[in-house]
């Protein structure tokens, strides 16, 4: 299969997947608990505030939360490639080098300390957790470097034990916490995918999708990188390299998503593999595909989420997990025999 | 191997803009301090919008109970509120429903998840107002607040003069009397009891009690048996979880607490299950919450 893999052939794949991704996005943005008409949208916002309320509910509600769960769908889901890449384990997600207890960290003190509160136009949670996330990776990238130089096995470890610590700590600063903190933390742990402002929406795309493309350019090295360090030695790439780049931008595209939603498990990990099953394990071609699926998933997940109880909503990790799982082993039944990732 | 070499790290250069600029735009830094209520827009609201219970009781004591259009799920008193269109939960509350009934006027609690929702609100130019209600003084201040923003703050001041009318002779009714040690349960398993930095604490010391539980860290710490054999509760008080058969819970309770027999609450078999929705609402019913608790703690003293 990944002979085959011309630049043409790539294109055009890359380009009916978007296209499947732009009718999901345009879909689900028609979907929604309030029925709305589509010619009171294009007659604009109206002359004063609330006087057209199908255009604020379509374009001030659910375009900003159709957009925002394709971004952190295409991060979550890209990051998940390089990480299973560059560590070798089809376990690994985005996640498991300790982005998820940083992030969580950070909520908690920026919850804790009530930063801000009751003034704000910003969410200094955001900020937090975008920070948490960077220093912990950084942190446990340190740490496998200086334990094990080169090999994965001491990374991985590191991730694990710092994620362990800082639950620790996490766990501690809950219970001490007031209940409604308590709640708030652990409701941002679970992921929620809300309407963001325009122009977070803006810096959050323009930082993911630049991620992914920086990505894509170093995306055949992740091939090299994915058979183990000595081949890539002997085919020439400079494998500790690539990988610290790697990681560094998927760690970063990661701290982006995870800011702008909170903790969406499943698709990082999941997505990844399913493109892997059905389309091969080239990565030139296994992480433009995944980012965009990965997105057109959380958006179709999300637009559950918001709708299949209303007016009330589920956490879209509830319905990443529960619709994602039967249908990833439906694939993993169908495909793993061909393919030779899983043998 | 060179073309992309020369790429990639300004790509990665340009990546790291960006995130600054997200970090810039997250912090708020590029926008001014705003207020969420335009005190001239409205002064009084036709159609108004809760998310939290408590909030839901001030609006219907008020008298504006006819003016709410819609509620959150979890509003579930007075017997009107019960009635209203939904807007989904306290936690989750639906943003598109929200701007589907069409509210002039919109009042949430401060916490994450609904201020998230009441910036959402304000960026599409409708009337926001947000409170942090935690303590009785924070009570009194959110219902001012109402009634100014509804055009009625004569009978917000009633309705702030009868619950304080209440409390203070309360207060003064045990003031002299010696302090009851109570316990307050929020759960038997695993067991945390109400700490004195409460809303609790503070109903508790109104009506005449006194925490057995000495200061701590947590909120709603989580006590050893060995702290729980020697604070000598004299009342033990449970709020009881969801509004499941009081009755029964009252049974569970008395069950669960049987075995520690050397309590002198458990002795006097004075353990109580209390409706969570009237103690720990800091709403108007406040009063009646103490006065509840008032009777569980001077059965002798309260008719």
């Given amino acids: ?343 | 191997m060179t073309r992309e070499k020369r790429w990639t790290i300004p790509i990665i250069v340009i990546v790291c803009l960006a995130g600054v600029l997200v970090l810039y735009r997250h912090s708020g830094a590029d926008k001014p301090g705003r207020s969420f209520l335009k005190p001239a827009a409205v002064v009084r609201p036709e159609r108004i919008v809760s998310l939290a219970p408590n909030l839901t009781e001030i609006l219907f004591a008020l008298g504006l109970g006819g003016k709410v259009v819609a509620v959150s799920n979890n509003c579930d008193y007075p017997a009107g509120a019960g009635e209203k269109a939904k807007v989904g939960t306290f936690w989750q509350p639906n943003t598109e429903a929200i701007i589907a009934a069409k509210p002039d006027l919109v009042v949430t609690l401060w916490f994450e998840q609904q201020k998230a929702v009441a910036d959402t609100l304000g960026r599409i130019g409708l009337n926001v107002l947000t409170f942090r209600i935690e303590k009785i003084p924070e009570l009194y201040a959110a219902i001012e607040k109402i009634g100014l923003a509804a055009g009625c703050e004569q009978r917000a001041k009633l309705l702030n003069g009868n619950i304080a009318g209440r409390l203070n002779a309360l207060r003064g009714k045990f003031a002299t009397e010696k302090k009851v040690r109570v316990m307050w349960v929020v759960q038997t398993e695993p067991l945390r009891l109400a700490g004195r930095d409460t809303f609790i604490n503070q109903l508790i010391e109104l009506t005449g009690g006194e925490n057995a539980i000495a200061p701590t860290i947590q909120q709603y710490p989580p006590v050893g048996t060995e702290e729980l054999l020697t604070c000598g509760a004299e009342v033990i008080i449970q709020s009881a979880m969801g509004t499941a058969d009081t009755e029964q819970q009252q049974r569970a309770a008395e069950h669960f607490w049987s075995r520690f027999a050397s309590l002198p609450a458990v002795k006097s078999k004075r353990v109580y299950v209390v409706a969570a929705d009237c103690a720990l609402r800091l709403g108007p019913r406040v009063p009646e919450g103490a006065e509840t608790i008032a009777r569980y703690l001077h059965p002798d003293l309260t008719e």
Avoid at chain 1, 49 to 68: K, Q, S, T
Avoid at chain 1, 87 to 109: F, M, Q
Avoid at chain 1, 180 to 189: A, D, G, N
Avoid at chain 1, 257 to 269: H, Q
């Fill in chain 1, 1 to 343: 299969m990944t002979e085959f893999l011309t630049a043409k052939n790539l294109t055009v794949k890359i380009i009916i997947c978007l296209a499947v991704l732009a009718a999901v996005m345009a879909g689900c943005a028609l979907v929604g608990t309030q029925n709305i008409s589509l010619r009171n949208v294009f007659a604009g916002p109206g002359a004063e505030a609330g006087a057209n309320i199908d255009y604020d509910i379509f374009v001030r509600v659910r375009l900003p939360r159709v957009i925002l769960a394709a971004l952190v769908g295409a991060a979550l889901a890209a990051a998940g490639v390089v990480l299973q890449a560059i560590l070798r384990n089809p376990l690994a997600d985005p996640y498991i080098l300790g982005i998820s207890s940083g992030a969580g960290l950070g909520v908690i003190i920026a919850v804790l300390s009530g930063v801000t509160w009751g003034f704000a136009a910003g969410s200094p949670i955001a900020v937090f957790a975008f920070a948490g996330a960077l220093a912990t990776v950084w942190l446990v990238w340190a740490i496998g470097y200086f334990a094990g130089g080169s090999r994965v096995t001491c990374l991985l470890l590191a991730g694990v034990v710092v994620n362990a610590f800082f639950s620790a700590v996490i766990m501690f600063l809950t219970s001490i916490a007031k209940s409604e903190q308590v709640f708030s933390t652990i409701f941002w742990l679970m992921g929620n995918i809300t309407e963001k402002d325009m122009p977070v929406l803006l810096a959050g795309g323009i930082s993911i999708v630049a991620g992914i493309a920086a990505l894509f350019a170093v995306s055949h090295r992740l091939n090299v990188l994915s058979m183990g360090e000595q081949q890539a030695k002997d085919l020439g790439v400079a494998a500790s390299r690539t990988r610290a780049v790697a990681f560094a931008l998927a760690a970063f595209i990661t701290a982006i998503a995870v800011s702008l939603s909170g903790l969406i498990g499943f698709v990082g990990l999941i997505i990844p593999h399913a493109v892997r099953l059905v389309f091969g394990p080239d990565h030139r071609q296994l992480l433009p595909v995944s980012a965009i699926i990965g997105a057109a998933f959380l958006v179709i997940a999300d637009t559950i989420a918001r709708t299949i109880v209303a007016p009330a909503q589920l956490p879209v990790g509830v319905i990443t997990a529960i619709a994602g799982g039967p249908f990833f082993l439906l694939l993993l039944a169908k495909y793993s025999r061909k393919v030779g990732w899983l043998k």
